[in-house]
């Protein structure tokens, strides 16, 4: 196995175990190209919003969202009222959460409330959206929640060459 690692003053450090050889002698010429051609992808790259919730501010329930398109990277997720947003790689699933603190009531115990949505691939432009589950201090039931968690927009991504 070996990995390529620089100390702060450029030299190169060699470490040896009865298990694995590490070589770490760095090669700077071949890190710097390695960097050029990342951001030359990330410059070249295009995002084209690929569906769009025509109703944010109502509840989402389970459903199958198709995508405009199936040409893309990785797709972008985005959420309304600013709740996270989240990106996965085309083929895989996407699993949204978000957590928060909240008072039950006068004299109760403050909860973290977890709030999770799944986004699971089916081909590469439809995805099954799960309700949005909650869970919280000693609550084991799970309850749906599809006032929360609603998805707002989703982009595909290309990176560029």
Partial sequence: MAVNLINGDDTAINQTNDDIQIDFSANRSQQITQISNDITMLKNASLKKLWENETPSATF????????SGDYDYLLFF???????????????????????????????????????????????????????????????????????????????????
């Avoid at 329930?61 to 405009?68: A, D, M, R, W, Y």
């Avoid at 749906?144 to 990176?159: D, S």
């Fill in 79 to 161: 959420f309304v009222n600013g709740l996270g947003s989240g990106m996965t790689l085309k083929g895989n699933d996407y699993k949204h959460g978000f957590a928060w603190d909240y008072n039950g009531g006068s004299g109760s115990t403050y909860y973290t409330a977890c709030y999770r949505r799944n986004f699971l691939y089916v081909n590469d432009t439809t995805y099954n959206v799960s309700d949005c589950y909650v869970r919280w201090g000693n609550n084991t039931s799970n309850p749906t929640v599809n006032t929360e968690c609603i998805p707002l927009a989703i982009y595909g991504g290309k990176l560029g060459g």
């Fill in 61 to 68: 329930g389970s459903q199958n969202i198709t995508l405009t």
